[in-house]
């Protein structure tokens, strides 16, 4: 299991960044979760994963939890974590979440728990 990756903060002329990783073995993707939509409730064995709210309106569900981060805010997601994303049925557009996995990437880790969509 990996520690919770604390982004660097650079200030720069024209702004900043935050970097998450650096030079480190981490697969990232934007996953987007459509209106009324959800991902199954999952967990992975050989990962960790930090998911960044891209947009308001995110619902997460972390080990029994819901949490509704602010855009921008942080979720730590370690390896056995019981968790998926969801997009609230009221909302007009799909939400968007940043997904760094660190550790041992393969979708096949992934162990779903519930599924609407019928996968296993």
């Not at 370690?78 to 979440?97: E, F, I, K, N, Q």
Request: glycine share 6%; net charge negative.
């Amino acid at each position: 299991m990996t520690q919770k990756p604390e982004p660097l903060h650079v200030d720069k002329p024209w702004g900043s960044f935050d970097q998450y990783v650096l030079n480190a073995p981490c697969t990232v993707k934007i996953l987007t979760c459509n209106p009324g939509a959800k991902l199954s409730l999952q967990r992975h064995k050989h990962r960790d994963e930090l998911w960044v709210a891209l947009d308001s309106g995110v619902v997460v569900e972390l080990d029994g939890r819901i949490i509704t981060p602010d855009k921008g805010a942080q979720i730590w997601l370690p390896a056995g974590s019981v968790h998926r994303l969801s997009c609230d049925a009221s909302r007009t557009a799909p939400v968007r979440v940043m997904e760094v996995s660190l550790g041992s990437f393969d979708e096949n880790d992934i162990e779903r728990l519930e599924d609407v969509y019928g996968r296993n």
